[in-house]
T-cell receptor, first 112, second 115 residues
Framework: SQQGEEDPQALSIQEGENATMNCSYKTSINNLQWYRQNSGRGLVHLILIRSNEREKHSGRLRVTLDTSKKSSSLLITASRAADTASYFCATDATGGGNKLTFGTGTQLKVEL | DGGITQSPKYLFRKEGQNVTLSCEQNLNHDAMYWYRQDPGQGLRLIYYSQIVNDFQKGDIAEGYSVSREKKESFPLTVTSAQKNPTAFYLC??????????????FGPGTRLTVL
């Protein structure tokens, strides 16, 4: 089952702008991870945030987690054309057996 | 040069045939996973393995089979029982089994088309 649902499904912005993607999930989690996928390629891990963390940064990426609302957001600051990709959240459900459940993804297009 | 590889990149199959997709990793990871991705969709888990000689069904295991005879290899067979096998197949691995999930490392994928 798809636990994570990303919003929006698609996002188009200009280079230099910030991009925000949201993820909602349904059950309690150990951690939530964000991945990036370029068209026709494998996924690349971006960042992992644990259930007891509220915010995490990595370079131009900022992730927040609100376990009371069962939601997370990924912010990409000062976007570049090379950030064009699909972004997926993935949840590690408590008692889920060391496996991830992926959301449906947000397609980000950054235009010059 | 460590990583996870999948072969072939493109695979064509006639209806009624079984095909096997290869996945190899030299990262010394315990856990390995197979996902299916349909156009514009997220990933759905087919099978996963926490340790050699053991594997579990994921959300959409019907019509698929796997083996884990070696730590570095986790081949996936798409059988003729899979009703709609045309899809992009992704293999992944992670460092440890048990406990909270760690980062998963993905291969480049195999695109399977049934003719």
């Amino acid at each position: 089952s798809q636990q994570g649902e990303e919003d929006p499904q698609a996002l188009s912005i200009q280079e230099g702008e910030n991009a925000t993607m949201n993820c909602s999930y349904k059950t309690s989690i150990n951690n939530l991870q964000w991945y990036r996928q370029n068209s026709g390629r494998g996924l690349v891990h971006l960042i992992l945030i644990r259930s007891n963390e509220r915010e995490k940064h990595s370079g131009r990426l900022r992730v927040t987690l609100d376990t009371s609302k069962k939601s997370s957001s990924l912010l990409i600051t000062a976007s570049r054309a090379a950030d064009t990709a699909s972004y997926f959240c993935a949840t590690d459900a408590t008692g889920g057996g060391n496996k991830l459940t992926f959301g449906t993804g947000t397609q980000l297009k950054v235009e010059l | 040069d460590g990583g996870i590889t999948q072969s072939p990149k493109y695979l064509f199959r006639k209806e009624g045939q079984n095909v096997t997709l290869s996945c190899e990793q030299n990262l010394n990871h315990d856990a390995m996973y197979w996902y299916r991705q349909d156009p514009g969709q997220g990933l759905r888990l087919i099978y996963y393995s926490q340790i050699v000689n053991d594997f579990q069904k994921g959300d959409i295991a019907e019509g698929y089979s796997v083996s884990r005879e070696k730590k570095e290899s986790f081949p996936l067979t798409v059988t003729s029982a899979q009703k709609n096998p045309t899809a992009f197949y992704l293999c992944a691995s992670s460092i440890a089994a048990g406990g909270p999930s760690n980062e998963q490392f993905f291969g480049p994928g195999t695109r399977l088309t049934v003719l």
